[in-house]
């Protein structure tokens, strides 16, 4: 191509979907993300294709035929900007022709605007993504101010279990305080009783308060991390 690349950019994606298999051998053909083939000059570009690809792909999800297709569209934009920036620094193009540098450069600018359109139609532009970040920085800690709350609360419920289970302690103690040995007995209030009922009642009761707090606070960490 050592003429103007005078051609729209749609008449250029054509040609890089070409269909013509009699030609095909004289191409590197690769496939795009919506099972469209790429008809490309070389296997630099190739491989510049299926790594841009790859890259997409893992950052962003892409649910219907449409973002596909819309990704093809980009994804061909930007290989025939990549491959105006080759030649532009090569000073010639892949055989070595020269061309019109100014004229090289104006339809790079014009396919790299629509790159940007695209990219802002497809949310997946620079504006987009810092906006993206700021939105799930924002309930991120949003979130973690919930389960700061959340903490809080178990701290109170266990201030209370505690607070509970010692006036009950308190008065066996006191029980025991006032009775002999015979009233102890009937009354279960012993020291083996009131062992018992600390190794038996209050472990397990204030443990399982704090296990169900655990539990949910290995869910929300794992959410939040």
Do not use: C
Not at 181 to 188: F, I, M, W
């Amino acid at each position: 191509m050592s003429d103007q690349p005078d051609q729209p950019t749609d008449d250029e994606l054509l040609a890089l979907l070409g269909e013509d298999e009699a030609t095909e051998d004289a191409f590197v053909v690769v496939e795009g993300s919506s099972g469209s083939r790429f008809h490309l000059l070389n296997m630099e570009e190739g491989r510049w294709f299926e790594m841009s690809l790859e890259r997409y792909t893992e950052q962003y999800h892409f649910d219907n035929i449409a973002d596909l297709q819309d990704l093809d569209r980009l994804l061909g934009l930007e290989l025939l900007s990549y491959r105006y920036a080759n030649w532009l620094l090569r000073e010639a193009d892949y055989d070595g022709n020269p061309f019109d540098d100014k004229a090289i450069r104006e339809h790079k600018d014009k396919i790299d605007k629509e790159i940007r359109g695209i990219k802002q139609h497809m949310g997946i532009g620079r504006k987009a993504r810092v906006e993206s970040e700021s939105q799930s920085v924002s309930d991120y800690l949003q979130d973690l101010l919930g389960r700061a709350g959340e903490f809080g609360v178990h701290r109170d419920d266990q201030n209370a279990k505690i607070l509970n289970l010692f006036m009950e302690l308190k008065k066996l103690v006191g029980l025991y305080q006032r009775t002999d040995e015979e009233e102890r007995k009937e009354l279960e209030v012993g020291l083996d009783d009131i062992f018992k009922w600390i190794v038996e009642i209050a472990i397990p009761e204030f443990d399982a308060l704090d296990d169900h707090f655990r539990e949910n606070q290995r869910m929300w960490i794992k959410d939040i991390a």
